[in-house]
């Protein structure tokens, strides 16, 4: 049995030293370096051990320290998943450490265990195969990524909402969607290891981590795959910030975004449209998304949902127009369902509608003024995100499609549907469907789409005016 080497065929104290090692697992698998003798470990979380012990000859420990800690680098692995054209996904967010509810309060965030471990990363991307052992998984990508100085401040910010949560003893209420790009991931099932949590004695939390989110993650893989085997670099590719370093440094995001749309507050949208020049010539369908669009741009960029900022945050603004007696007309539509992805997710928790309905949302509401006039101001701008309880009711969604899907049932008779008054229902963008989405069996079927429905729309906004109304 070969043991753990004293002399490394990298020098542990450079991080460009053990990157530039690192590529030579890409297009292989654990299997080829093992040494007879090596048991191996089971479990999430067990192959970056693995990869410790049997590619980098190191001895695992439980310092709470990066892994290369004379080098200030964390190592990752990360799974990705083929699509049905062959590329390359992200398979699940990047978990960087557990939350200690009761020590985690103890920190600022220059202190903090996650700041201090991955602030610098070496990220292995495998491919993950169902049924596959650990040590037959294929590495194909290493990159060396250290957190832009952008995306630190924002990072900054999102560990504090998070901290200060926890602080007020509503640890048990924390969210995806309260952030940016830091999240608080639920690890285990729910109800399952329950903790303490300061300042509330009589409410256990479930256990949660510290992870980069799957959309941040998205696009450090563009990155890479763009960059091929020199990914060495903490910069994305210039193009459509939103907000610049020097701003952040000031404000938070959130404040910077809101601040935009104050000036235009009960304004009506022609004049808006006037200010911002949005052309109203032909009075285009989506005018209130242009005009949305050109307030929260201001200038930086054509399309916000594709900001840089909104991207890594999996950030979606949407607009809803308020008619003057308060009724939303029209549902809010989202993606079409990826039936393969539904079929072959067997957790909710990894599921794409998962994230997309955890996500954070910027809604911007026009209110009509008077009955029929289309007079329509601009009302209000909030972030908003997806109370604990209708995720659950959103739960037993996503479970009704997935199990349609898997029994092949994919048409109008089977889905929910608006009349049925269930908060989200299933049905398609456009009228007719001219080509089909990919399904299990090859034989493919109509394109239907996620949505809420507009009396659930509408139950968003009445409950942001109450709360402005209470505040």
């Not at 970056?48 to 892994?67: C, H, K, P, R, W």
């Not at 996904?89 to 509810?101: F, G, S, T």
């Not at 085997?229 to 193009?239: G, L, R």
Request: proline content about 3%; hydrophobic content about 40%.
């Amino acid at each position: 049995m070969e043991s753990f080497k004293t002399t490394l065929p990298y020098d542990i104290t450079k991080s460009t030293s053990i990157f530039e090692y690192s590529k030579g697992l890409l297009g292989k698998t654990l299997r080829d370096f093992v040494w007879e003798g090596y048991e191996t470990k089971r479990g999430k979380g067990s192959l970056g051990q693995m990869v410790e012990n049997i590619f980098f000859l190191l001895e695992t420990n439980n310092y709470a320290s990066a892994d290369f800690s004379e080098a200030g680098m964390e190592l990752k692995c990360t799974p990705l998943k083929k699509s049905e054209k062959g590329d390359y996904l992200i398979k699940e967010r990047l978990v960087c450490n557990m939350i200690n509810y009761c020590e985690v309060v103890k920190d600022d965030f220059e202190q903090s265990h996650f700041y201090l471990k991955c602030q610098l990363m070496l990220l292995l991307f495998y491919l993950h195969k169902s049924d596959c052992d650990n040590l037959d998984f294929e590495f194909i990508f290493s990159v060396l990524w250290k957190l832009p100085e952008k995306d630190v401040l924002i990072i900054k910010h999102d560990y504090e909402v998070i901290i200060d949560k926890i602080k007020q003893g509503k640890a048990h209420e924390l969210s995806e969607g309260d952030t940016m790009y830091l999240g608080a991931c639920r690890k285990g099932q729910k109800g399952e290891s329950l903790m303490k949590q300061p300042n509330n004695p009589d409410i256990d939390a479930p256990r949660r981590a510290f992870s980069l989110k799957m959309a941040y993650m998205r696009t450090v893989l563009d990155y890479v795959v763009k960059s091929g085997k020199n990914a060495v670099s903490n910069v994305t590719e210039a193009k459509s910030e939103l907000v610049s370093v020097n701003a952040l440094l000031k404000h938070s995001f959130d404040d910077i975004l809101l601040g935009r749309f104050l000036p235009f507050l009960n304004m009506p949208f022609e004049k808006i449209a006037q200010r911002k020049k949005v052309s109203m010539s032909n009075n285009p369908k989506n005018k209130f998304a242009m005009i949305a669009n050109a307030i929260a741009a201001s200038e930086k960029c054509v399309n916000v949902n594709r900001s840089e900022e909104f991207l890594k945050a999996g950030l979606t603004m949407k607009t809803i127009r308020v008619q003057a007696n308060g009724i939303i007309k029209e549902a809010m539509s989202f993606e079409n369902i990826d039936y393969i992805e539904v079929a072959e997710c067997e957790d909710w928790i990894e599921s794409r509608l998962y994230e997309l309905y955890s996500s954070r949302f910027m809604f911007v509401v026009f209110r009509e003024q008077t009955v029929g006039k289309e007079d329509y101001v601009l009302d209000d701008v909030f972030f908003w995100t997806m109370p604990q309880k209708d995720l659950e009711w959103a739960e037993v969604y996503w479970k009704h499609i997935r199990d349609n899907v898997l029994a092949g049932h994919i048409s109008e008779e089977y889905w929910w549907k608006g009349a049925d008054r269930k908060k989200f229902h299933v049905r398609p963008k456009a009228q007719k469907a001219i080509d089909l989405a990919p399904t299990l069996d090859g034989k493919g079927a109509k394109k239907f789409c996620y949505w809420f429905n507009n009396e659930y729309v509408r139950e968003i906004v009445d409950n942001r005016r109450k709360e402005k109304l209470n505040a």
